[in-house]
């Protein structure tokens, strides 16, 4: 069965610090990686991830994936309250063309 | 920023009754998706549309049908709603050709 596992589940910190957000997945036919921010409303695509190694920047947020350890992180640094918001990673599946979700982490910037 | 619109964003209604979820998006892309979320959980796929007259079941089991005569539009139905039909319900689509979904901004549905 497709899998992907995000952690950690909640995460609270201060403005201003670094955050690492990790996604990890077992699927039968990978195709890409995907992180999206979800507020209150529909959830915004940030990034998609196919090659292992090479780093997607916008801003304060970063991404990067490791295909050989089957995983990605979402860094966040100097974080602002704006941040706040449940981060979703997906894998695309090959062939299927379907996303399976992870659970989520809720991150929470506090002042 | 995607133009992907749904409507209603809230809707509370009895058990029993018939809806209908609306779904449109103006980029003119091939695909479209049903996705249900309840509160804290994982994005569940229901339904999917690779475009006019295609409609495939998901991974999650529903009671919901849906249909696709136009590439713009791509509406959800329950026939008879009960309170286990209570979640939000995310539509989204994409290019044909490429993997960015695009999700509108959600009908969060309550059965009572």
């Known amino acids: 069965e497709d899998k992907v596992v995000q952690s950690p589940l909640s995460l609270v910190v201060h403005e201003g610090d670094t955050v690492t957000l990790n996604c990890s997945y077992e699927v039968t036919n990978f195709r890409s990686l995907l992180w999206y921010k979800q507020e209150k409303k529909a959830p915004t695509f940030l990034f998609m991830l196919t090659s292992s190694g090479i780093e997607k920047k916008s801003g304060r947020l970063s991404s990067i994936l490791d295909k050989k350890e089957l995983f990605s992180i979402l860094n966040i640094t100097a974080t602002q309250t704006g941040d706040s918001a449940v981060y979703l990673c997906a894998v695309l599946i090959q062939g299927a063309q379907k996303l399976v979700f992870g659970q989520g982490t809720r991150l929470t910037i506090n002042p | 920023e995607a133009d992907i619109y749904q409507t209603p964003r809230y809707l509370v209604i009895g058990t029993g009754k018939k809806i209908t979820l609306e779904c449109s998006q103006t980029m003119g892309h091939d695909k479209m998706y049903w996705y249900q979320q309840d509160p804290g959980m994982e994005l569940h796929l229901i339904h999917y549309?690779?475009?006019?007259?295609?409609?495939e079941k998901g991974d999650l089991s529903s009671e919901s049908t849906v249909s696709r005569i136009r590439t713009e539009h791509f509406p959800l139905t329950l026939e008879s709603a009960r309170p286990s039909h209570t979640s939000q319900y995310l539509c989204a689509s994409s290019l044909l050709g490429t993997d960015t979904q695009y999700f509108g901004p959600g009908t969060r549905l309550t059965v009572l």
């Open positions: 549309s690779y475009g006019v007259n295609s409609t």
